[in-house]
């Protein structure tokens, strides 16, 4: 997986950033991040953007997918200059962020159609699952990793007492018992606020474990489907699946509700922290103050990252977002 540094326009190079909204089925895709012969996202976009300009653009995201995980509401940044943007529209009177919206889409179709990328990653087993939602000129200051105020996911979950609808199998967990959306609640509970998830995060070296989640519930339909939804400022490494997966033991009563709240204490994973299936997970909205605060709200994370503490001296740097 490769490292996630901001993409910062060049003082002299007349860059300006673009922002990308995104939708994806995440099932054909190897999560968002590039990863050497894999197809990924991140590739697939990067790849088209390179056949669009002629040249290799970086992408920054606002929230890194895990594997087969999808998202309705994602967001990234590249840098273009200002004859490519204003070349989006090929001499004709048209808005440059449709031209680049409705181009992009085009050959990103193309990409995965055709096989072989610009830069010739394979993509054969791949289908058109990537849709740019829109573009448009990002305001002064945004960074479409470090200026996100939180993260928001939904998960959803059929469980027996539900039934299991085969029409939306690619998007919900089966699970084979009933669920008590009470206890799952009251465990939820004790996880929200600002905690160290080392006990539901993969560590990875150099990267704090404390997020603050500050949205954790779930509510039965009128289906009987179960959605859990899950917001926080930043995620570690499959920690969305590892917070369901180990609520659903609550709810299935195998766990009492405060068995949560003494894994969180223990922050160890062990062999008790197990992950939910990857397929139910939807990144819904990542959220960004407004245009006058977009800078501040990007240097205040970056300092966070480097300082690496909260004023009672645990770590507090936020390494990255990834589930």
Not at 123 to 141: D, I, K, L, T, W
């Amino acid at each position: 997986m490769t490292t996630q540094e901001p993409a910062v326009p060049e003082r002299d190079g007349g860059l300006l950033r673009v922002r990308l909204d995104i939708a994806y089925d995440g099932s054909p895709f190897s999560g968002w991040a590039l990863q050497p012969g894999l197809v990924t996202v991140q590739g697939v976009l990067e790849d088209a953007l390179f056949t669009l300009l002629r040249r290799s653009v970086r992408l920054t995201v606002g929230g890194r997918t895990d594997a087969g995980v999808h998202a309705r509401g994602q967001v990234a940044h590249a840098d273009l200059t200002a004859e490519e943007w204003a070349g989006m529209g090929r001499g004709r009177d048209v808005d440059p962020a449709d031209a680049f919206r409705r181009r992009l889409t085009g050959t990103i179709n193309r990409v995965l159609t055709d096989g072989v990328s610009g830069r010739g990653r394979s993509v054969r087993n791949s289908v058109p699952a990537v849709v740019v939602r829109s573009a448009s000129r990002a305001p002064s200051g945004f960074d479409a990793r470090f200026s996100a105020l939180w993260r928001r996911y939904s998960y959803g979950i059929a469980d027996s007492v539900t039934g299991q609808d085969p029409l939306h199998r690619h998007t919900t967990l089966w699970y084979s018992a009933p669920l008590d959306v009470e206890l799952l609640n009251e465990g939820a509970a004790h996880l929200l606020g600002m905690q160290d998830f080392a006990a539901f995060c993969k560590p990875r070296e150099g990267a704090t474990t404390i997020r603050e989640l500050q949205r954790y519930e779930f509510v039965r339909g009128k289906d009987g489907a179960i959605t859990a939804t899950v917001q926080a400022d930043a995620f570690c490494h499959n920690m969305v699946r590892a917070l369901i997966g180990s609520t659903l033991r609550v709810g299935a009563g195998e766990m009492p509700p405060v068995w949560l709240a003494q894994r969180l204490a223990a922050r160890l994973k062990d062999a008790r922290s197990i992950l939910a299936a990857p397929h139910p997970l939807v990144l819904e909205e990542i959220a960004y103050p407004g245009e006058g605060e977009l800078a501040g709200r990007a240097a205040l994370t970056r300092a966070r990252r480097t300082s690496g503490h909260l004023s009672d001296g645990s770590a507090q740097g936020i390494d990255a977002d990834e589930d």
